[in-house]
């Protein structure tokens, strides 16, 4: 899958290790954590609603909703 141009995330140290990355597209937010352990976290929201907690992490699909109308 091929996605557009959506920006450099904003980065973000998480307390105690690890960090936070968010995308916005439009009324749409992306966001991952890394906790220092390894572990992977995402959650969507629209219009400041949050949509889908720790979804799948399939990168496709979640820059997919990210970007898509």
């Known amino acids: 899958m ?4 959506i920006g450099a995330p904003r980065v973000v140290p998480v307390s ?7 995308w916005s597209v439009g ?4 966001e991952f954590s890394i906790e220092p352990s390894g572990r992977l976290e995402a959650l969507c929201i629209q219009d400041s609603i949050p949509v889908e907690e720790s979804p799948a992490l399939d990168l496709a ?3 997919g909703w990210l970007i898509s109308e």
């Open 2 to 5: 091929c996605v557009p141009n």
């Open 16 to 22: 105690g290790g690890g960090y936070h990355f968010e």
């Open 27 to 30: 009324n749409r937010e992306l």
């Open 61 to 63: 699909t979640l820059f």
